[in-house]
């Protein structure tokens, strides 16, 4: 167990740790009903680090390992540290485990002969019978190893449709460590109750060569229990197609394809898997807390972190939002705490893409505040969500920065089609306790339903072909060939070939419209120093509404978030806008004459504008009202650029040496191109496991006493490292 330090400036001994048993019916009935939150630590307070003496310092907690986030790359780091003996604190800014990972899809793409393409490739079922299907790629495109891993994600030689060079820059010693990791990674986290359907592809960064990825599932149920592998239709979403869960902020999808009947996955799926395993193996957590400081010793060592209070209140009852489990929680209320890490502190707090001052480092245009990122009502909205607090906290610490440039990849930034939401990636519905935060499902219109509408900036000016607008461009992965820009499906294609890239295929696959950028960019409401490009807005009228079956109603539209405008007339249609959304700093001048102008090219049946004609989609009068408008966001989803790692996962200075007792993972570190929950699981894995290695991470002198160690008597864990 962790220890809570004697320390005499401490007034809050009351609040004590939680260590009720986890039997699996106590387990779920501790749970508490309300809740479920972010990893990515992030927030207002500066952060730094400081050099202290250790006898200089004043501790309220201390632990082997301190892990700072409770998401995709802090949890597997935690059981992994946890499993090798240590004990184990998460600190979250938010209040409860998960954080983007609950918004994910659960499709980890891992690969190099990882045990789930073995299964697939041998024509198995999984060893509890859930599985119901037969494999869904061919057995050739499962027969991988590390070797062909590592070629796939640093080859140099293909691009995605606008030009870019996927893999090209990603770290070269990072993915190697990153590729060798990934079949103990993928038995990791089935050994702590992550079931995987059948590979049905390969995600963003995974590379060309092979199928590598599978979803995380459960199978409904008359009871939710994680061992048993099974989730209520109520705790999965799926019981009302318009409520979300306190356990699933997005409802679980149907994984009848992959797995057979009854079956669903999702990131609720995955991540309640692993945050149970935590728990039940005695990770504590500590929510509510951000941290502020790196604590480092006069060496250069990190030795612990400060942290303050960030408890989220509920903006309607002014309730203090709660996580939904909470054994293993610990429960402070001071101000602000001192933990001490005997052996390191790894870093999981997610990345940039909610910060604005940051991100604008890569794209000038996105210090435009209004753009959220992803997950942004989970994660705790403005000041909080993927904050870069961890990537400022290592820089602070001495670390060096890498790949920043990587965010030119896809799944970077780009315009939704669900409108009416600033939140706008993912849906999320009543239910879950961040819902009042979104104030609003939103409407997917898919890029089709741009047909009905035309896109207006903040000066009520068309600035792009709305068919054209949601556009991104294909990155180079499994199964290849032209529909992936590259020139051979993964059965013919060689990693490292020039001709992957050669210019007369480039001339044939780029296809690339610049939508999001015509978007940002400054247009007449642009004002200096920063010149913010302002909101989007999709405006339709009545008949579009019944043309294209949008649902104007709750709880997919608000007309209380300043996401959503009803009026008669278009002229009141913009002073609405204006004095209805904060980030509206002009009046939509142009609007009415915008509309007159496009209700013209209609009648002539072309486009001169932005050559939108009729080979696009009808196009169709806006002069029915009542007309309406809804917001259309730009999100920033991933961050590609952060700490730079070694294989170890440890934090590297400008010196390209380990900091010692740092590690990080997942979107606070560089270096590599890969989307989402492959690229943070395994670094969680490696993390978890280097830290508790004496070669790699050898414990401090001052440290060998039993007063300065933190005390395992009561853990009943393994001691030595098990695969």
């Given at each position: ?30 749970g508490a009903a309300a809740g479920a939150g972010a990893a990515a630590l992030g ?649 508790m290695s004496d070669e790699t991470n050898p414990m401090p002198a001052t440290d ?20």
């Open positions: 167990m962790t220890r809570k330090r004697n320390n005499p400036k401490n007034k809050r001994d009351d609040h004590k740790t939680d260590e009720s048993g986890l039997s699996r019916r106590e387990f779920f009935a501790a927030g207002p307070t500066a952060v730094q680090a400081a050099a202290h003496e250790e006898g200089e310092m004043q501790w309220d907690y201390e632990a082997d390992v301190v892990v700072l986030g409770a998401g995709c790359t802090g949890l597997p780091a935690a059981i992994r540290a946890r499993d090798l003996g240590a004990s184990v604190i998460v600190i979250d800014q938010n209040f409860d485990a998960g954080g983007r990972m609950l918004h994910s899809g659960a499709w980890v793409s891992l690969g190099g002969g990882d045990p789930i393409q073995q299964r697939d490739a041998a024509g198995e079922l999984d060893e509890e019978g859930f599985i119901q299907v037969d494999p869904l790629v061919p057995q050739e495109a499962l027969d991988d190893d590390v070797e062909l891993l590592f070629r796939d994600v640093t080859d140099w030689s293909v691009l995605d449709e606008q030009g870019y060079a996927y893999y090209r820059y990603n770290n070269p010693d990072q993915h190697r460590g990153w590729a060798e990791n990934c079949p103990p990674t993928r038995q990791f986290l089935m050994d702590n109750y992550c079931r995987f359907a059948r590979i049905d592809g390969t995600h963003f960064g995974g590379g060309v060569s092979r199928a590598r990825a599978s979803s995380v599932f459960l199978t409904l149920g008359d009871t939710t229990d994680i061992e048993a592998g099974t989730i209520t239709q109520e705790d999965a979403g799926v019981a009302d197609p318009e409520r979300s869960s306190p356990m699933c902020p997005r409802q679980l999808s149907i994984s009848a394809d992959r797995v057979g009947l009854n079956a669903v996955h999702g990131g609720g799926a995955m991540s309640r898997c692993l945050e149970y395993s935590a728990r039940q193996k005695g990770v504590e957590f500590m929510f509510n807390r951000h941290m502020d400081e790196l604590i480092q010793d006069s060496s250069g060592r990190v030795i612990g972190v400060r942290a303050t209070y960030t408890p989220r209140q509920d903006p309607e009852t002014g309730e203090q939002l709660q996580s939904f489990w909470s054994n293993g929680n610990i429960e402070e209320t001071a101000e602000t705490v001192t933990i001490k890490a005997n052996r390191a502190v790894i870093v999981g707090t997610g990345g940039h893409a909610g910060n604005p001052n940051f991100r604008s480092q890569f794209y000038p245009r996105m210090n435009e505040p209004y753009y959220p990122t992803s997950g942004w009502a989970l994660l705790g909205g403005e000041g909080r969500a993927a904050d870069a607090s961890g990537i400022l906290a290592g820089m602070k610490a001495g670390a060096s920065l890498d790949g920043l440039h990587q965010n030119f990849g896809r799944r970077t930034y780009h315009i939704q089609t669900r409108l009416g939401v600033r939140d706008a990636y993912t849906d999320m519905y009543p239910g879950h306790p961040t819902f009042p935060f979104r104030g609003s499902a939103g409407f997917n219109v898919g890029q089709a339903g741009f047909e009905h509408l035309i896109a207006v900036n903040q000066v009520g000016r068309r600035f792009f072909n709305e068919m054209a607008l949601p556009d991104e461009p294909i990155e180079p992965r499994y199964p290849g060939g032209i529909e992936h820009a590259v020139p051979n499906t993964w059965d013919e294609h060689t990693p490292y070939d020039w001709r992957n890239c050669r210019i007369d295929w480039v001339r044939e696959m780029y296809h690339f419209t610049h939508g999001v950028d015509a978007a940002l960019q400054i247009n007449e409401g642009s004002e200096a120093p920063e010149y913010y490009s302002g909101p989007i807005w999709a405006i339709f009228d009545s008949a579009a509404v019944e043309r294209g079956d949008f649902p104007i109603r709750e709880p997919f539209i608000s007309t209380e978030n300043g996401q959503f405008f009803q009026a008669d007339t278009l002229e009141e249609l913009a002073e609405q806008i204006q004095s209805g959304n904060e980030f509206q700093r002009v009046p939509l001048e142009h609007l009415v004459e915008t509309v007159e102008q496009w209700n013209s090219y209609v009648d002539e049946g072309s486009d001169p504008d932005f050559e939108r004609g009729q080979d696009d989609a009808p196009m169709h009068r806006i002069d029915q009202p009542p007309y309406y408008a809804a917001s259309i966001m730009v999100v920033w989803h991933d961050s590609y650029g952060g700490l730079r790692l070694n294989r170890n996962c440890q934090v590297l200075d400008n010196e390209m040496q380990p900091i010692p007792g740092l590690f990080a993972g997942g979107e606070a570190s560089g270096g590599g191109q890969m989307h989402g929950l492959g690229r943070a699981t395994v670094h969680g894995y490696i993390a978890g496991t280097e830290a060998a006493s039993t007063e300065g160690s933190a005390d395992m008597e009561d853990a009943d864990v393994p001691t030595e490292d098990v695969d």
